[in-house]
């Protein structure tokens, strides 16, 4: 399918959905895979070799049929596909922003319903360095943030550690990335992977870890530890799991300095207000001056980015190997909040930097595609006022 065709993709009623009627591998680690070969009568002695084979197919050169794995047998791959795909999420539509950004709107199962569908975005953005792909958790957000597109929709579900990682294969995909395809020069296209788009991560933590345990593994994905970023609104007791288990690169959504605008901002703060946020940074494993702990920042005019919120954030962050991420607000249809003025980011910017810490302001990216950060969202109604608060209550006695 081209590019421009793509873009014409017209989403179809979601009632019409078939889902698929074979599981996707996609997603499954070795042992899952050495067991999944075992369910279709391969014998235990050659079950990790195989599963081994499959893994470097998947995960390192994208393989999007079995017909395509030519070490394996012509047998073998015929009984895979009897009862297995390797399909990714499947792309119901693709817009590229002036900017050269992209956004995907991915088409998934719903859990329970199997005649629904649900829908989540992921967005590719190029930079001269490097490209960056920013992916999602779940479906929605159980949060809400109130400066935050996503917050607005209605949990759906967590997504599966396939329907993660097949983001990212989706990426690679449309972007003709895998490691012996052509790129245009050369290099990986997609060489850094934030867990920054729909959903809260560490709500959904075994899924994602394992899907970045791929992501990260050198005969799979191959992208390093360093090249990969979890942002979190502030799950204080995954944090230490993040680092022990996943070892990837931390990056903590802050935007405020006191608990009683955080409360309001981001309101999981009521459960894990920022003195055990903080603590929580301080014994990150692996944090070191060389892997700092990014916090991110959002710039809303008049609520927290005057020059006493900067000196605030200084001293909070004493003692922690930290850089400071600031995010001009990404506006969507209905929010509350406008961007701080341009001068004032700059003088806010400007503190931090005299104390030390390196604070680059985030360009955004992809804003006329509705693809910064921030203004992901799938499905367009908003929730009352009651519902928010149904779900807010959900989410902080879980
Ligand atoms: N749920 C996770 C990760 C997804 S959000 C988290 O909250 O960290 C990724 C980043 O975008 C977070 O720092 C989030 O606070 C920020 N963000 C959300 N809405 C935004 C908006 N409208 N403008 C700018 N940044 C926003
Ligand atoms: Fe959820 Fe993150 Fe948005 Fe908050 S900022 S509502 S945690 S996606």
């Keep these: 399918m081209t590019l421009a065709a793509a873009a014409q993709l017209e989403k179809t009623p979601l009632e019409t959905y078939v889902p698929p009627a074979k599981p996707s591998l996609i997603g499954l680690s070795r042992a899952e895979l050495a067991e999944r070969l075992g369910h279709i009568g391969v014998a235990p002695a050659q079950r990790k070799m195989r599963a081994q084979q499959l893994w470097n197919w998947m995960y390192l050169r994208g393989a999007r049929d079995f017909s395509e794995m030519t070490n394996v047998s012509k047998e073998m791959r015929a009984q895979l596909g009897e009862h297995f795909t390797v399909d990714r999420p499947e792309v119901v539509a693709e817009q590229i922003s002036n900017d050269g950004t992209r956004k995907w709107l991915l088409r998934l199962p719903s859990g329970d319903d199997v005649q629904k569908a649900h829908e989540v975005e992921c967005v590719y953005i190029p930079e001269t360095d490097r490209g960056t792909l920013c992916v999602s958790s779940q479906v929605g957000c159980t ?10 929709q209605r949990l759906v579900r967590n997504l599966t550690a396939g329907e993660i990682i097949g983001q990212v294969m989706v990426a690679r995909d449309r972007l003709n990335d895998w490691v012996d395809r052509e790129t245009p020069n050369g290099n990986r296209l997609v060489t850094n992977i934030v867990m920054m788009g729909m959903g809260e991560p560490l709500y959904n933590f075994e899924a994602v870890r394992d899907a970045l345990l791929i992501v990260t593994d050198n005969e799979g994905i191959g992208i390093s530890r360093r090249r990969v970023t979890l942002s979190t609104s502030g799950v204080v007791p995954n944090i230490i799991r993040t680092g022990e288990e996943i070892g990837v690169m931390l990056a903590i959504s802050l935007h405020a300095v006191r608990d009683e605008l955080r409360d309001e901002l981001v309101p999981l703060n009521r459960k ?26 959002v710039m809303l005019k008049g609520v927290n980015d005057s020059l006493d919120d900067a000196r605030r954030l200084v001293q909070l962050l004493k003692g922690i190997p930290a850089k400071i991420n600031l995010i001009p607000f990404n506006p969507w249809p ?22 030390g810490y390196s604070s680059p302001v985030r360009t955004p990216r992809g804003r006329d595609i509705l693809a910064a950060c921030g203004q992901l969202k799938s499905e367009t109604e908003k929730l009352s006022v009651r519902e928010r608060d149904a779900l807010r209550a959900m989410a902080m006695t879980d």
């Excluded at 949060?143 to 607005?152: K, P």
């Excluded at 055990?276 to 920042?297: H, K, M, V, W």
């Design 272 to 297: 894990y207000p920022l003195k055990e946020l903080l603590q929580a940074c301080r014994d990150y494993p692996g944090a070191s001056n060389a892997r700092r702990i990014t916090f991110e920042y």
């Design 334 to 355: 209905g929010s509350a909040y406008e961007c701080s003025d341009w001068d004032q980011i700059e003088k806010f910017s400007e503190y931090i930097f005299n104390a």
């Design 143 to 152: 949060l809400n943030c109130s400066f935050c597109h996503t917050g607005t």
